[in-house]
């Protein structure tokens, strides 16, 4: 048997034994449930904010905090991300500070360049989809 034809063997015995349980990333694993937030806007981060971050993560996306909150903290229905890193699970909205100009929220996420995920001092807010 030559080694293309047990490599693909392989791979599609490892696919169905595995589904999705398989998937590597933290992105494939949250793009495999739809855990697509609402934008609220950016708000001025408060000092307490970074304190007690939730998650951190330098591959962070707006859909891994989704998942994240979701999961890991059932009952909160917001989610915030600054400095491209750092995920928060939370009820209100002050506790992320004041509404500020979307320019703000200007740092890239660390796992998605493509999106925003708060700022230096700044807190891109999502309402979370339940």
């Known amino acids: 048997m030559s ?13 169905l034994l595995c589904g999705l ?11 495999a449930q739809d855990y697509s937030p609402k934008y609220l806007g950016c708000y001025v981060s408060k000092a307490e904010v970074l304190r007690n971050a939730s998650y951190k993560t330098e591959d962070m996306t707006i859909e891994y905090c989704a998942q994240l909150c979701t999961v ?3 009952g909160k229905t917001l989610m915030g991300l600054t400095e491209g890193k750092y995920c928060f699970c939370d009820n209100a909205k002050s506790s992320f500070g ?3 100009i979307n320019q703000w929220c200007d740092s890239a996420c660390g796992g998605d360049r493509t999106q925003h995920c708060g700022g230096k001092e700044a807190t891109s807010v999502y309402q979370l989809q339940n």
């Open 3 to 15: 080694v293309r034809r047990l490599l693909l063997l392989s791979c599609l015995a490892a696919t």
């Open 21 to 31: 349980g398989c998937l590597s990333s933290k992105k494939e694993k949250a793009a």
């Open 72 to 74: 890991k903290r059932p």
């Open 98 to 100: 004041l509404f500020a």
